[in-house]
């Protein structure tokens, strides 16, 4: 839209252009009526002929123009008191022509132009970059409904896009979806398929596709080859809905294809056509035709019309049964019949004889009949002039195109073919559309019998108010559908290919063979997977070789265990074997590591119960069951294999306070050992029999696993371990439910599902008390087990006072649940995993992600130290540089940052300072150094806040000695000398204003010297390294400072020479002054510089002055030197 604003104006000067070209073939002809009236002229713009003078698409409908000026200048009510004359234009269908006459109409001030009746988006262009009211009766064209560009530009004739939305709102209404749209290849009906395609890509549901057909084909000649049996024969398997946008004679011919192709007969296909031109045709042209369309029966008058248009009852043609019947299948989207009363023959008449007279002079052998052109042209001539009429009625501008026809937009009016008609926003006409259908009349009037065939409209589509457009059903006129009682589907049920149904004879042929290979495949799998399960017992895949075991023995959980190692392991930075814990006996089997479970036994017998439970064994597998490895059944080394894991158990854990257990690391432990028991529960090994926080284990990625389960039978007949302690056996069964501590050694080994959920609830209470089960209880470890086994009423159990504090509510709950007496009482597992669901929602729903979260725990800590030792080290390197830069210039310290050997370097010319404080010695004799220390300050942050306005660099300071230096490391040319000489006056102007703090009395008298020349500079030292100057300039420059007076400025000669070239500085000559090593030499004073040279914007810091200090200042008396 942006690029079409620019090109506007280049469009309106090509226009423009284009008129004075033409201008001087433009031949109007021109008519005039004189009744003694003011005068107004419109004027209109029309093919009459073509440029080869064959029948322009005009003639004859143009004589209905001036029929409505006629009718104008008669009528009362529209312009009364003036006479309406028109010129009208043979535009031969040039552009050139008609932008011709408009330009010259528009300069001699017409009101407006009907037309150009051939082609419009150039004209109408033109016409509204004039403001010039323009309403064309022919235009089908998309660009000109554009309001910002064609403004002044109205049409009666409907666009073709406008049967878009009552197609739409057809299929809509018949639920059809999917569609196949055969449109004819101009650019009229591509306009309306392309309209209807963006209203189709806007719903998913809907499913267009596409086919053209040659804009050549004539369906009346016997002779030519009709493309549409191709199209039906390529598109029938995959549509049952067409949509037809062609000429009303291709639409029949589509039909009669269709029937022909044998897609119609069925009734479940249909065809949906849109006639867009209604034909008004003279009845002389159908002369097999005995009737007229003055019956008095609407319902006749209105078959008859349509029934002329597809040409259904010619007689004088083989295909018109063929028609009539594939009529039957079809909805036809049209206007409303334009029917031939007498008013209408009498109007045709008049069109016909205004086109045979002046000023047309046509001949009658070209054309007999008038067509909707005439009426469009009436009702753009009448609705033009209606509208110049309300705008005089309005007081405004007739001449203001805008103004004018701002009153015909959205406004409806009868139109001269007996219809409403309206313009709409976009000042497009606008016309009522109907749905034709051939049906039986259901009553007989007007001759006709009931039941009678015929082309009737069953409703019509109105447009709201609010732009959407509604169906209006006839409620005496229903659709009859061929051989069916409802509308055809768009797709059959069970789809094109039959996808969406199913075959249950073809199912059933395919089912009882598939079965039978199913079965004898399945018997066969059976006993495959029972001679693989003997083989896998038999075949000892879990026996281990002792020889190829490595141990090392067992270390002290006292072994460091830091937060440092931890965190490392966990992020996998360092492995510290040194730092992690050693639980149990530990070995290495084929480059495994593994925690060694000794069995006290002195052989196993490999019965068929042993070696199934070490096949299940070697089949577990999850994340959160501990791995087992192998078994070793050679004597003394009896010892079952589990994977190791490094960071110990559970109970270790808990027990060691460097490790902090936030909620969401306690969360992922026990989401873990839920999981764990989850599996176990429902694997064959059914329950683990003596769950406690020693046999959870942790793995490096802190994923725990539970371990020493199952094997019971292996076990099973193994000796009590000599070297546990009574108390060490006490202190396991605190886990163990108190149904099994009532059965003793009768106990199952593998104990209950019930029994494992009392042991869970005990670890959770030492999970969030982080202490050992009972810690609470004052009793001794037998007696705790006595009273947990006796069941008393209420039971005992742990006190949850630590745990009451740290845990939320929905672990409390679980734990009272989990360790009720009664064994039926508790949850399963699947209903403790609900209950604890609440811990859940701040964890990730897989290992890695929960793992990664815990880990970022431990490691934020360290970042954070890292961050801030870092900011602490860039803050420190910034004042180090900061520093630098105030030693040595900053191009001198940028290269020793870089590490790059500063050279020293020869200067050709620079400009030095020097100045002292006269009578500064006695001043010093009279303070204390502390006084002195501030006076110096105080003075020197003055100057140093003058020159860093400057381009100078301080040396260095010793005493009450300053010196400055201008055209190093940096050379500036000749401005060195500049430079200084303004500093130099700068800074004697502003010790004339220092106050002494401790002797506001005394005024400070500075004594400058200034000499140019050449020197070395380069940096001294390693330790408080400087950047020094060397030369005689150095020397003859404090010399000129020495040999100076209070309060002047001592320039060399050399200096001057600088200076005079530069300009602007006022020396006042001294006379010949003897300095040491150079004779006597010729000096002057610095006494004045041009005023735009100092810097007047910079602010010295102020002096931190005591009142009493202030008021001595005042009082000073000023010294005649100052």
């Known amino acids: 839209m942006a690029t079409i604003r620019l090109l506007f104006p280049l469009v309106v000067a090509v226009m423009i252009t284009m008129v004075r070209s033409a201008t001087l073939h433009y031949n109007p002809t021109v008519i005039n009526l004189d009744r003694g009236r003011p005068k107004l002229h419109i004027g209109m713009l029309t093919s009459w002929t073509n440029a080869d003078n064959s029948q322009g698409t005009g003639f004859p409908s143009a004589g209905a123009f001036p029929l409505a000026i006629q009718y104008a200048n008669n009528d009362m009510d529209i312009l009364h008191g003036y006479d309406i004359n028109f010129e009208w234009v043979d535009t031969h269908c040039d552009i050139n022509l008609g932008m011709a006459a408009i330009s010259d109409w528009w300069k ?45 530009f109205l049409r009666t004739i409907p666009p073709s896009i406008q049967v878009v939305d009552s197609i739409l709102l057809t299929l809509d209404m018949y639920d059809w979806n999917q569609v196949t749209v055969v449109v004819e290849n101009i650019t009229k009906y591509r306009n309306v398929f392309n309209t209807m395609k963006e209203q189709f890509d806007m719903r998913e549901e809907w499913e267009i596709l596409h086919e053209e057909y040659y804009a050549g084909f004539d369906p009346w000649d016997p002779d030519a080859a009709e493309p549409f049996t191709d199209i039906i024969q390529r598109t029938k398997k995959t549509t049952r809905i067409y949509v037809f946008f062609g000429d009303s004679g291709d639409l029949r011919q589509f039909a009669i294809s269709a029937l022909d192709v044998g897609i119609l007969n069925s009734g479940d296909y249909a065809i949906v056509g849109a006639v867009i031109d209604l034909e008004i045709r003279d009845s002389q042209d159908y002369h097999s035709l005995e009737y007229t369309l003055e019956a008095s029966d609407y319902l006749e008058q209105i ?133 034709l259908h051939r049906i039986p009349i259901p009553v007989g009037d007007g001759g006709m019998p009931p039941g009678s065939p015929g082309m009737y409209p ?227 090994i059914k329950s683990h029999g003596h769950l406690k926080s020693s046999n959870c284990v942790v793995d490096n990625r802190w994923v725990l696993q539970i371990t020493d389960y199952g094997l019971h039978e292996f076990r099973k007949g193994q000796k009590e371990d000599v070297d546990l302690g009574e108390h060490a056996k006490l202190a396991r069964k605190l886990w163990t439910a108190p149904e099994h501590l009532r059965e003793g050694k009768s106990m199952h080994p593998g104990g209950t599902p019930k029994g494992d959920i009392y042991s869970f609830s005990i670890i959770l209470t030492e999970m969030y008390s982080r202490q050992e089960p009972f810690h609470e209880n004052d009793l001794e470890l037998a007696d705790i087990i006595a009273r947990v086994s006796k069941g008393e009423v209420p039971p005992y159990r742990p006190v949850l006072n630590a745990v009451n504090e740290a845990a939320p509510d929905c672990v409390l709950t679980a734990i009272r649940a989990c360790w009720v007496e009664d064994p039926m009482e508790r949850p399963n597992i699947i209903e403790v995993r609900t209950m604890l669901a609440p811990l859940q929602k701040g964890l990730k729903p897989n290992i890695l992600d929960n793992m ?120 500036n040319g000749d401005r060195h000398a500049g430079q200084i000489a303004s500093t130099a006056y700068h800074l004697l102007e502003s010790v004339k204003n220092f106050i002494v703090p401790h002797r506001p009395d005394v005024f400070l008298k500075l004594r400058i010297g200034i000499h140019s020349g050449s020197c070395v500079a380069g940096v001294v030292g390693l330790t408080m390294p400087r950047y020094c100057l060397f030369g005689d300039t150095v020397n003859t420059s404090s010399r000129m400072e020495s040999n100076g007076l209070a309060l002047k400025i001592h320039i060399s000669p050399w200096c001057k020479e600088v200076l005079d070239r530069l300009g602007g500085y006022e020396l006042e000559e001294r006379g010949l002054v003897a300095m040491k090593g150079k004779g006597e030499i010729h000096t002057y004073w610095l006494v004045g510089q041009d005023p735009s040279y100092k810097i007047t914007k910079v602010k010295p810091p102020p002096q931190k002055l005591s009142q009493d200090v202030l008021d001595a200042a005042a009082a000073r008396v000023i010294p005649d030197d100052l």
């Open 108 to 152: 001699r001030g017409f009101l407006g132009v009907i037309g150009p009746g051939c082609g419009c988006t150039y004209e109408g262009r033109l016409a509204s970059a004039l403001n010039f009211p323009m309403i064309d009766y022919a235009c089908d064209e998309n660009p000109v409904s554009n309001k910002e560009f064609y403004p002044t």
């Open 303 to 435: 078959n008859q019309a349509y029934e002329q248009m597809f040409k259904l009852r010619e007689y004088t043609r083989t295909d018109d049964e063929r028609a009539l019947e594939a009529m039957k299948s079809v909805l036809i989207v049209t206007g409303e019949p334009v029917l031939r009363s007498q008013a209408w023959h009498i109007y045709s008449a008049i069109v016909i004889d205004n086109a045979l007279d002046e000023p047309f002079n046509g001949t009658l052998e070209l054309k007999t009949d008038i067509d909707m052109a005439s009426v469009y042209i009436f009702d753009a001539t009448t609705e033009l002039l209606k509208a110049l009429d309300a705008t005089l009625q309005a007081g405004g501008d007739m001449y203001d195109g805008s103004q004018v026809v701002s009153n015909l937009f959205n406004t409806s009016y009868r139109s001269k073919a007996k219809a409403d008609y309206q313009f709409d926003e976009n000042g497009d006409g606008e016309k009522s559309y109907v749905l």
């Open 458 to 684: 069953i409703g019509t589509f109105v447009r709201a108010e609010s732009g959407h457009w509604s169906f209006n059903k006839d409620p005496d006129l229903n659709p009859v559908w061929h051989n069916r009682d409802d509308p055809p589907l768009d797709m059959p049920v069970c789809g094109f290919h039959g996808e969406l149904c199913t075959n249950w004879g073809l199912y059933l042929g395919t089912l009882i063979p598939a079965f039978i290979i199913i079965f004898g495949g399945g018997l066969g799998y059976y006993i495959y997977r029972k001679r693989a399960y003997e083989a896998a017992l038999d075949s000892l895949v879990w026996k281990v070789d002792w020889k190829e075991v490595q141990t090392r023995e067992s270390e002290t959980n006292s072994q460091g265990f830091s937060m440092k190692s931890m965190v490392l392991s966990a992020i996998s930075v360092i492995s510290n074997a040194e730092k992690q814990q050693i639980f149990a006996t530990i070995g290495t089997y084929r480059g495994t590591i593994c925690a060694i479970h000794a069995v006290h036994k002195n052989h196993i017998d490999l019965t068929r119960a042993v070696r199934t439970e070490l096949k299940l064994m070697r089949d577990m597998r999850h994340d959160n069951i501990c791995p087992f490895i192998g078994a070793c059944i050679d004597r003394p080394h009896i010892c079952i294999l589990m994977h190791y894991c490094a960071k110990g158990s559970l109970q270790d854990i808990m027990e060691n306070d460097d490790i902090k257990l936030d909620s969401m690391f306690l969360a992922s432990l026990i989401a873990d050992l839920v999981k764990g028991l989850v599996y176990l529960h429902s694997s064959e």
């Open 852 to 971: 990664i979260a815990i880990m970022e725990r431990y490691t934020n800590n360290l970042e954070e130290l890292v961050d801030e030792r870092t900011q602490e080290l860039q803050k420190e390197k910034a004042k180090t540089e900061q520093l630098l830069h105030r030693m040595l210039p900053p191009s001198i310290a940028s290269q020793l940052i870089k590490g790059i050997s500063v050279l020293p370097e020869t200067f050709d010319m620079v400009s030095i300072f020097f100045s002292d404080i006269v009578g500064f010695t006695a001043l010093s004799a009279a303070s204390t150094p502390i006084q002195v220390v501030n006076m110096l300050n105080d003075l020197y942050t003055l100057f140093d806040a003058i020159i860093a306005n400057y381009d100078v660099y301080k040396v260095e300071t010793i005493g009450d000695a300053y010196m400055l230096v201008s055209g190093l490391p940096i050379r």
